[in-house]
């Protein structure tokens, strides 16, 4: 944090005060200063937060008002407190403007700090990919005509916590058919019938931490246009991936992905962003996108994935949680990128050129 503009920071958001702290609650707020990290929170968490924050350093205070902000402000003779207005609502500014002291918007101050990961968080990261891929690998078997797909998101996100994580990143989806050609598909009820895509957009939490996943295979032989389409994708997140380095913004990233689609003639198709920040938020700094002006650094852990969308028809996305390592991408995922169908409830790569 830059504390040369403002020498007290207070965060309130949930995500925020876990990634300063280590420590999940509902309730509560982190002030910072130079020299110390102070966390209040209420008696439902304050001895379970004392305990573990205590080897931290971090000091834990019994309360829910802002008594300890204002001891801080006057002890330090802060002028300005440091908020994120981006998280802040009208009410809170009103609570925040009786301490007397100038507001600063430090919404980029808490981006900035939490984009760049240390190794622990790397570390959780990681493992929250693990266990999505594990989670996915073990539902394959549940791919079958019939299953709707609700069903199969829930069959993938008890395996989530079957094998160690918290929860989901956020709501799972799967969308079988005309249905992936919805970027954002709220999975629904529709069953799996044979010559149907399945795109499943998935991630887990591991001690706070996301993983971010999407994988489009095929329920029986696919058309001629599928693979042609999927080719294409695959194609464009290899040129991102690849060609990627420390240092460019996210414009220029996402722009290897979108020349490439179109290149084939699909640009136009391709309707989202290449890619986002993933850390305690599944959507965070630095943003990958045409509008993504911020460098991308070591360090930083973000997603690629470039989609088709033919409304009606299909979509296509390929997906993967990468991290910006000594100057270029090293993916976390090892689940395989080509094209794949499923057949006796196995992943198999599909080889042909289509019906």
Known sequence: ?????ASVYLVTDEKQRLYFTGFHSTAGHVILTQDKTRFVVDSRYFYAASKKL????????????FSVLGSVLEQTGAKALGVDF???????????KALGVELIDASS??????????????????KACAIAEKSFKQVISCVKEGISERELATELEYRFKMNGASGCSFDTIVAFGANSAVPHHETGDKRLKAGMPVLMDFG??????CSDITRTFYFGTPTKQFVSAYNSVLTAHEVAYDNARAGMTGKEIDGLARQSLEADGLGKFFTHSLGHGIGVNV?????VS????GKVENGMVFSIEPGVYLNGKFGIRIEDSVLMCEGKPKTFMKTPKYLQIVKNGKLKRYTGIGK
């Open 1 to 5: 944090m830059d504390f040369s503009k």
């Open 54 to 65: 205590a080897k931290k350093g971090i000091e834990v205070f019994c309360g829910s008002d």
């Open 86 to 96: 981006s998280l802040t609502t009208v009410k809170q500014l009103e609570g925040y």
């Open 109 to 126: 101050e808490y981006q900035k700090a939490m984009s760049v990961k240390t190794d622990e968080e790397i570390a959780y990261i990681q």
């Open 204 to 209: 887990c939490v591991y001690k706070g931490y």
């Open 283 to 287: 959507h965070e700094a630095p943003w």
């Open 290 to 293: 045409p509008k993504g002006d």
